[in-house]
């Protein structure tokens, strides 16, 4: 463990933690200060003058980067019938219904989204226990529960993000990997602060935006100054 602390503390230096940075160089930071021998993701996360125990500013929801994540997800899609030859033909990597359901019982986790119509969450319903804790529950609010499944798939395998603020007031989306183009990270940033801002709740009091952080999958937080990002 000494040896990953000492690589962390040298990437720490090259931040300064007083200061807030403009993107495009949190951006340039959080790659430099990736020390991981592999392609780590690079995430933002938010500190939201939200109080997530009131219904009224509970966010959730989902967007899709311009540029992708850098993962591609496995999709796993509860249907039957037509709705089950759309989802093959989308591209999902599973569709079934009561087959995969009795799978997931027995521990199948092979998946990293699942996309129902609606006329199946009686029976998805019934993994609520299983899935709940994995966020892995479909939701309307983020696009999983839906007829539409050729976009929804479609969407998901283009790069679509799920958000949602954990009891602290906090949001963690990624944004790609250390191995892309600044540009193209600094391009997926806007799109997620842009949502952040579209999906402010009208209840919510003062200060909004109060931390906005970029960082590598093991590297330092790297402050962002939210005014320098160009958010339509």
């Known amino acids: 463990m000494a040896k990953k602390g000492k690589k962390f503390l040298e990437a720490s230096k090259l931040v300064d933690r007083t200061k807030a940075y403009s993107v495009e160089e949190a951006i340039d930071l959080a790659k430099k200060t990736n020390f991981a021998k592999f392609d780590a993701s690079v995430e933002v996360a938010f500190r939201l003058g939200v109080d997530p125990k009131k219904a009224d500013q509970q966010i959730r929801g989902a967007v899709v980067l311009p540029n992708g994540t850098g993962k591609t997800q496995r999709v796993l899609v509860f249907a039957k019938g037509e709705k089950a030859k759309e989802a093959e033909a989308a591209g999902a990597d599973y569709v079934g219904d009561a087959d995969?359901?009795?799978?997931?019982?027995?521990?199948?986790?092979?998946f990293d989204v699942i996309v129902a119509t609606p006329?199946?969450?009686?029976?998805?319903?019934?993994?609520?226990?299983?899935?709940?804790?994995?966020?892995?529950?479909?939701?309307?609010?983020t696009g999983t529960v839906t007829f539409d499944v050729t976009k929804a798939v479609n969407e998901i395998k283009?790069?679509?993000?799920?958000?949602?603020?954990?009891?602290?007031?906090?949001?963690?989306?990624?944004?790609?990997?250390?191995?892309?183009?600044?540009e193209k990270l600094v391009e997926n940033f806007t799109t997620i602060?842009?949502?952040?801002?579209?999906?402010?709740?009208?209840?919510?009091k003062g200060t909004y935006m109060k931390n906005v952080t970029v960082t590598s999958t093991m590297g330092p937080?790297?402050?962002?100054?939210p005014s320098t990002v160009n958010a339509k």
Do not use: C
Not at 124 to 136: H, Q, S
């Open 158 to 182: 283009a790069g679509k993000v799920e958000y949602r603020v954990d009891k602290a007031g906090n949001i963690h989306v990624p944004i790609g990997k250390t191995s892309f183009e600044n």
């Open 100 to 110: 995969f359901i009795n799978k997931i019982n027995q521990g199948w986790f092979e």
């Open 221 to 225: 937080g790297v402050k962002v100054d």
């Open 119 to 141: 006329d199946m969450m009686g029976e998805v319903g019934k993994l609520g226990r299983v899935l709940g804790p994995k966020g892995l529950m479909p939701n309307p609010k």
């Open 193 to 204: 602060f842009e949502t952040m801002l579209k999906v402010k709740p009208s209840a919510a």
